[in-house]
């Protein structure tokens, strides 16, 4: 399976993006995504994922009230819409791929990586 992460771009500080992650190669549906980040000398961290059947969607602690991870299964695609944007969002954007997984925010449970879209949120 391929993933593409697709929609970064800069920004300032209280604004949104949003994020697509556009998935081929095999049956979308059974695969929960997840949205990582990582800021440089930081280790990726989780931000969002959404189960692969029933729309359970799980958020880190600073995404949660900003961000909404979402999933289009008729166009192979996942979104992660961020608002209220903040300089400590500024990172490169990873969507990540979990066959039958429940979209939470183990990271070596995600066998399929996007190539990352960079976020940077200035001041």
């Known amino acids: 399976v391929q993933l593409q992460a697709s929609g970064g771009g800069s920004v300032r500080a209280g604004g949104s993006l949003r994020l697509s992650c556009a998935v081929s190669?095999?049956?979308?549906?059974?695969?929960?995504i997840a949205w990582f980040r990582q800021a440089p000398e930081k280790e990726r961290e989780f931000v969002a994922g959404?189960?692969?059947?029933?729309?359970?969607?799980s958020y880190s602690d600073s995404a949660k009230g900003r961000f909404s991870i979402s999933r289009d299964n008729g166009k192979n695609t996942a979104y992660l819409q961020m608002n209220s944007l903040k300089p400590e969002d500024t990172a490169v954007y990873y969507c990540?791929?979990?066959?039958?997984?429940?979209?939470?925010?183990?990271?070596?449970?995600?066998?399929?990586w996007g190539q990352g879209t960079l976020v940077t949120v200035s001041s």
């Open positions: 990540a791929g979990d066959l039958y997984g429940s979209g939470y925010g183990i990271l070596n449970r995600y066998d399929f």
């Open positions: 190669g095999r049956t979308f549906s059974n695969y929960a």
């Open positions: 959404i189960a692969w059947r029933g729309g359970t969607t």
